[in-house]
């Protein structure tokens, strides 16, 4: 692997993390800092450039959700990918909802952790064995669900997204960097939903959303 990606290591657990910073290394990872709490993730994310978070969700204090939460609103241009102990599926479905662009069991190999990072750092989202089943099997119940349930079912799945972080309080280049998109593209979503919605500005655009449930 030749890549050189920037990761920031979140692993409370000394003996894991400094082996898989090593692990990481031997595959050709920039390592920029390795810690094991959410505070001190969020210090070194503001003051180094850091391309991926490998976020534990097991941390001391403020959880690894809620340090990816925290991440996409203060730091939406780096992509978080977990690695954790946890299958649960409620666990799962809260670190994507969270913001997480990958989620690994700490079972995968070193070689699967490195190439996952790698291609997360690229915009991909990676799913470990087993994850990406529950995962697709979520995203096949969905559309089914989804338009029988939609408060707006006008909007397209692109102008929900964008919706949705209208209703979290983001603005155009924030929605641009979380969601990859030129901040061009984002400004003519926004005005396709304020068309959709009937709605003048952003203000009652959001008020629609959260009474909706968007934003929450």
């Known amino acids: 692997m030749t890549e050189k990606v920037q990761v920031l290591l979140v692993e409370d657990h000394p003996v894991f993390r400094d082996g898989l910073a090593?692990?990481?290394?031997?595959?050709?990872?920039?390592?920029?800092?390795a810690v094991g709490s959410a505070a001190e993730a969020l210090d070194v994310a503001s003051a180094q450039a850091v391309e991926v978070a490998i976020m534990d969700l097991a941390l001391p204090g403020t959880s690894g959700i809620e340090?990816?939460?925290?991440?996409a609103t203060r730091h939406p241009s780096i992509k978080v990918l977990v690695l954790t102990m946890s299958e649960d599926e409620q666990t799962i479905f809260a670190a994507l909802r969270a913001g997480a662009r990958g989620?690994?069991?700490?079972?995968?190999?070193?070689?699967?952790?490195?190439?996952?990072v790698i291609s997360v750092a690229r915009g991909e989202a990676v799913f470990g064995a087993g994850i990406s089943e529950r995962v697709l099997a979520d995203a096949a119940r969905r559309p089914t669900l989804e338009r029988s349930t939609r408060p707006f079912p006008s909007l397209t799945a692109r102008e929900e997204d964008v919706l949705e972080l209208v209703a979290q309080g983001f603005d155009n280049r924030?929605?641009?960097?979380?969601?990859?998109?030129?901040?061009?593209?984002?400004r003519n979503n926004v005005s396709a939903v304020f068309m959709k919605l009937h709605v003048q500005n952003r203000a009652a655009a959001v008020a629609r959303a959260r009474t909706a449930g968007y934003g929450s």
């Open 22 to 33: 090593t692990v990481l290394a031997d595959h050709g990872i920039d390592v920029i800092a």
């Open 67 to 71: 340090a990816t939460r925290q991440f």
């Open 103 to 116: 989620y690994l069991l700490k079972d995968a190999s070193g070689t699967d952790i490195a190439r996952a």
């Open 174 to 186: 924030d929605i641009a960097a979380r969601l990859q998109l030129a901040e061009k593209t984002v």
